[in-house]
């Protein structure tokens, strides 16, 4: 409940003061802040009130949403945007409050433990990332300096405090550590791709947002309908087969992506289609896994730092994109099926998508492939 007020309180401000740049960053912050504890929170039900057996179908039919708002996003807003005015996008989420009454009926009591939130660990850690990702946008060495200087600090903290932000005895979890490490990799990677194909297509195909929207949206609704097939397949099969039709069919997307840029764009949108449905077979099986690998008592902070690390993978990703892009740092000819006037720099960035989905599933395989999940 504090999660979506703050979210809301972010939406509010933003409407208040869209001619002013600074708040309208600052509203944004804000919502993200709040938004940010729906996810994590919504895994920890998961991982605390369904049992094992029940948990792939349920986070498919969870990641299926995530997949079709990613698609419905963008087509709603460009909407809102030509019809009306971008400042408008910050009431959508105030409907949001309709939810609250829902929770309070349906989800139980928890059962209060004590403790306190260690805040000097988390401003620590929060602001060690925001360095770093702002050093992946302006590689300036005072913030690279900054960021690592607060995570050593971090690691030192958390050691020290009774009560730390994260358990170290929990990063000691080798198959939970390997968990964050491929979740970072494969999410800053779909990131790399939400965050360029709009401007791809603007770039190259001249559309506009509203034209863009409806290009992804096929994606969207054929995550909606595989999202459940990939939690039911990683119930039945394991989440290790789940991972590897998704791995599969999200490179393929990428290495197709990559040749077809001079095609219609419609053979763009059919190849989005299997990078959403590899994506979710991906985000369905990996939380799977993760959450069988952490006793009871580690699922609330666990989950959460999992879904922390996917947030922060994808703010990576868009700066590293972003960077890479306004340099133009790989506009030479790579892929030879590629003849895209003016395409290279689009195509190269998705062939390292492609390789970088690959390295992530062999750390996947690697670590998940041959060790035992602890028993729930």
Known sequence: MIGIIVYNIGSIVGIVCQAWYPAVIAARAIQGAGASAIPALIMVVV??????????????????????????????????????????????PL?????????????????????????????????????????????TWYYFIIGAALMVGFIVHIRRV??????????????????LIVSFILNCTVMSIMFVMPLLL??????????????????????????????????K?????????????????LIMLSSLLGMNVWFISGAMVLTYIGFSFIQTALANSVSLT????????????????????????????ARVLDKKLMNFPLNPLMHEVGGYLYSNLLL?????????????????????????
């Open 237 to 253: 099969r394991g989440n290790n087969f789940v991972i590897a039709i998704g791995v599969t069919l999200l490179a393929c997307s």
């Open 95 to 139: 409907f949001t409050l309709i939810s609250i009454p829902f929770f309070r009926k349906v989800l139980p009591d928890d059962e209060l433990r004590g403790g306190k939130v260690d805040i000097p660990g988390a401003a620590m850690i929060g602001l060690s990332i925001a360095s770093l990702v702002l050093f992946c946008t302006d590689p």
């Open 352 to 376: 390292v998508c492609a390789v970088a989905v690959v390295v992530g599933a062999t750390v996947f395989f690697r670590s998940y492939g041959t060790m035992k999940f602890k028993s729930q």
């Open 47 to 92: 991982a605390k009130y369904f049992l094992p057996a029940d948990r792939g179908k349920v986070f498919g039919i969870l990641n299926s949403t995530v997949a079709f708002a990613i698609g419905i996003g963008p087509v709603l807003g460009g909407f809102i945007s030509a019809a009306y005015h971008w400042s408008f996008l910050f009431l959508i």
């Open 202 to 235: 603007s770039d190259l195909k001249g559309l506009n947002t509203s034209a863009i929207g409806w290009i992804l949206f096929p994606g969207a609704i054929s995550a909606v309908v595989f999202g459940p097939i990939g939690g039911g397949l990683a119930d």
């Open 294 to 321: 952490l006793d009871m008592e580690q699922t609330g902070v666990g989950m959460g730092l999992f879904n922390l690390v996917g947030f922060i993978s994808g703010a990576v990703g868009a700066a590293a994109v």
């Open 162 to 179: 009774d009560h730390p932000f994260i358990e170290p005895s929990l990063l000691a979890n080798r198959l939970f550590r390997s968990g």
